[in-house]
């Protein structure tokens, strides 16, 4: 039998999340104790209002297609949203799109805008589907290295470099993961003068938009003078609102992409879920208290993680969105995939390496706070005494 795995398929990894989970739940069937700061959604339930109002739409029988697009009403609540939120006027009826959550709309961006040979600019770290996505529609992606010391934004001659005439498309992702950081206003600006003068279509990524600490304000890049012509938004009621078995999430985009894309979710897709829709409906209309307390709580969390690997000596860039914590391992010398089997073999503490998340990723380890505090305060407390023991030169 000849081997039916294409050669793009095999470039594409299985997820290291998903591995270091795996790891982690057969060391609990083993009856060993784990901490997980390894998954990347929140840890709370559903907002009550938003599970009775799909348990309605149920009732009443919203059971079928909805449109392409997705239901007129929640479009409206989306561009209403847009407008109040992101500074971003998106028409209801042609500029915004629908969909299985934020990661079928970058599936749709990338499949339905790039063809095989065009390159995608990517930053690294970054969130890993990203590539596997372009390699999948047989595009190339090419890596530039975001700077840690200037928190994780690009080195911008860098990234201007790697431009060529086969560049089509630049995935910006900020508020990122894995880092929790986030691009300010004057390297926002700089980004979009390099997307004007190369004419480049923006994949901006928001999942995190307002998963924001200290005040932070978001910026979205299609509100940037003479972006939104050129920009794919993308968010989603994952983060937001705790609804990552939901699957909804959301396009905007002018007509003319909406057009292109709209082909491709509709091959793939058809419509989102529709009863999810009239859940996602009421997370954007509904009471936005529920939100409001898990931000104060995963606040709590970051600054208890923050504060607590900062005083062990370990270098960390202050997190500013999202719940992940991206500390620096180096000190170690072991590499972050060694790192993180390590602390999980011997401690008990589930991480990402690093180095999942690209090149530039290495030496660090993915720390992720959707985890109750009591659960931080033990893993941290897990994070001490191995760091402790390896500097007294005790390796297990
Ligand atoms: C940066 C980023 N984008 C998109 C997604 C996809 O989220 P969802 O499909 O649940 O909206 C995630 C999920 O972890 C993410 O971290």
Known sequence: MRDYEPGKMKKVPFTGIRRVLE????????????????????????PENIKEAAKRALDQGV???????????????????????N?????????????????????VAIFGMLEAGDQVILADPGYIPYASLVKIAEAIPVT???????????DMEKLEAAVTDKTKMLILSTPGNPTGTMMDGESLSRLA??????????LADEAYEQVLYDGNQHVSFASLPDMWER???????????????????????????????????????????????????EALTGPQDSLHEML??????????????????????????????????????MGSFEFAE?????????????????????????????????????????????????????RK
Request: glycine content about 8%; aromatic content about 10%; some cysteine.
């Open 23 to 46: 790891k982690a739940t057969k060391l609990e069937a083993e009856g060993k104790s784990v901490i997980h700061f390894e998954m990347g959604q929140p840890d709370f339930d559903t």
């Open 144 to 154: 530039v290295p975001l700077v840690e010391e200037k928190n994780y934004t690009f």
């Open 193 to 202: 003068e390099i997307c004007k003068k190369h004419d480049l279509l923006v």
């Open 231 to 281: 920009t794919i938004t993308i968010q989603s009621f994952s983060k937001t609102y705790s609804m990552c078995g939901w699957r909804i999430g959301y396009i905007a985009a002018p007509a003319y992409l909406i057009r292109t894309m709209v082909r491709a979710h509709q091959t793939m897709l058809m419509s989102a879920c529709s009863f999810g829709q009239m859940g996602a409906l």
């Open 342 to 394: 390590y602390l999980l073999d011997n401690y008990g503490v589930a991480a990402v390496p690093g180095v999942e998340f690209g090149q530039a990723g290495e030496n660090h380890l993915r720390i992720s706070y959707a985890n109750s505090y009591e659960k931080c305060q033990e893993g941290l407390a897990r994070i001490r005494r191995c760091v402790e023991d390896l500097r007294a030169g005790i």
């Open 63 to 85: 059971t079928s297609y909805s449109s392409n697009y997705g239901y007129p009403k929640l479009r409206q609540a989306i561009a209403d949203k847009l407008e109040k939120m």
């Open 296 to 333: 104060a709580e995963f606040d709590r969390r970051r600054l208890l993680m923050y504060n607590g690997l900062t005083e062990l000596g370990i270098p960390c860039n202050r997190p500013q969105a999202a719940f992940y914590l991206f500390p620096d391992i180096s000190e170690f010398g």
């Open 87 to 107: 500074k971003i006027k998106a028409d209801p009826a042609t500029e915004i799109m629908v969909t299985a959550g934020g990661e079928e709309a970058v599936a």
